[in-house]
């Protein structure tokens, strides 16, 4: 078998979904299948259904002999284009800022420690007059 080096989007995989123009995906293979519609044992529905998705699991499901392997090899037109994944970048923060973060915590804490102080207090002298009146 010749090497493939045709690569199709699945979006244009996808256009090609009509009885006379009919391209479909299996194991990362595009298939043209147009010629091959009226003699599909399945039927044409079969194969415009699969049109515009991977249809490996449905090739799969349907337990296609070796013959209909060899046969489907002739219809082979190139290969489904793998879409690159997007990797966020990573963002290095410089160890300046990093120490910019811890110092503004620091700071915060140093600032409104009060606030705690203050309910721990309250929630004291009233716990203390509560179980003065008992």
Same mark, same amino acid.
């Given at each position: 078998?010749?090497?493939?080096?045709?690569?199709?989007?699945?979006?244009?995989?996808?256009?090609?979904?009509?009885?006379?123009?009919?391209?479909?995906?299996?194991?990362?293979?595009?298939?043209?299948?147009?010629?091959?519609?009226?003699?599909?044992?399945?039927?044409?529905?079969?194969?415009?259904?699969?049109?515009?998705?991977?249809? !490996?699991?449905?090739?799969?499901?349907? *337990?296609? /002999?070796?013959? +209909?392997?060899? %046969?489907?090899?002739?219809?082979?037109?190139?290969?489904?284009?793998?879409?690159?994944?997007?990797?966020?970048?990573?963002?290095?923060?410089?160890?300046?800022?990093?120490?910019?973060?811890?110092?503004?915590?620091?700071?915060?804490?140093?600032?409104?420690? !009060?606030?705690?102080?203050?309910?721990? *207090?309250? /929630?004291?002298? +009233?716990?203390? %007059?509560?179980?003065?009146?008992?």
């Amino acid at each position: 078998m010749p090497t493939l080096t045709k690569l199709y989007p699945m979006q244009e995989v996808s256009l090609h979904n009509s009885q006379d123009d009919c391209w479909v995906t299996i194991d990362g293979k595009v298939y043209d299948v147009s010629s091959y519609m009226d003699e599909h044992p399945g039927g044409d529905d079969v194969l415009l259904a699969a049109t515009g998705k991977d249809a !490996t699991d449905e090739f799969e499901d349907a *337990g296609h /002999s070796k013959t +209909a392997r060899e %046969l489907m090899e002739s219809f082979c037109i190139g290969e489904l284009e793998v879409p690159t994944p997007l990797i966020p970048e990573l963002e290095i923060v410089p160890n300046k800022q990093q120490n910019d973060i811890v110092e503004k915590i620091k700071d915060m804490s140093k600032q409104y420690w !009060t606030v705690p102080v203050a309910v721990v *207090g309250i /929630s004291v002298v +009233a716990s203390f %007059l509560y179980s003065r009146r008992n």
